[in-house]
Nanobody, 125 residues
Framework: QVQLVESGGGLVQPGGSLRLACAAS????????LAWFRQAPGKEREGVAC??????YYADSVKGRFTISRDRAKRMFYLQMNSLQPEDTAGYYC????????????????????WGQGTQVTVSP
């Protein structure tokens, strides 16, 4: 059973940066689709970024500002968030699925099997 635990959320001023981390246990996550989603109050969950062994995709709203990456040795993957804006405020969730093709353009949620508990990111002056 794969378990995911996020860390790294917090309060940051507009224009600031944060790096979210997702630690995995139960699998090396090799060949998995790895993704970050977010959900703001009153809004639907949206895909932010995803990656496979060979590619990555980003939501238009974060392109050029966010970067998804991984550290295979540590069984972790990350979301580096730069130039944060108040509209980025949300609960952020990492997700993983053995069906690597779940990672595609527009980062849809096709029913990822494994999810973290979420970490709050608040962007405010």
């Amino acid at each position: 059973q794969v378990q995911l635990v996020e860390s790294g959320g917090g309060l940051v001023q507009p224009g600031g940066s944060l790096r979210l981390a997702c630690a995995a246990s139960g699998s090396t996550l090799d060949h998995y689709a790895l993704a970050w989603f977010r959900q703001a109050p009153g809004k639907e969950r949206e895909g932010v970024a995803c990656m496979t062994d060979s590619t990555s995709y980003y939501a238009d709203s974060v392109k050029g500002r966010f970067t998804i990456s991984r550290d295979r040795a540590k069984r972790m993957f990350y979301l580096q968030m730069n130039s944060l804006q108040p509209e980025d405020t949300a609960g952020y969730y990492c997700a993983a699925d053995i069906r690597y093709y779940y990672c595609r353009v527009d980062v849809p949620d096709l029913g990822y099997d494994y999810w973290g508990q979420g970490t709050q990111v608040t962007v405010s002056p």
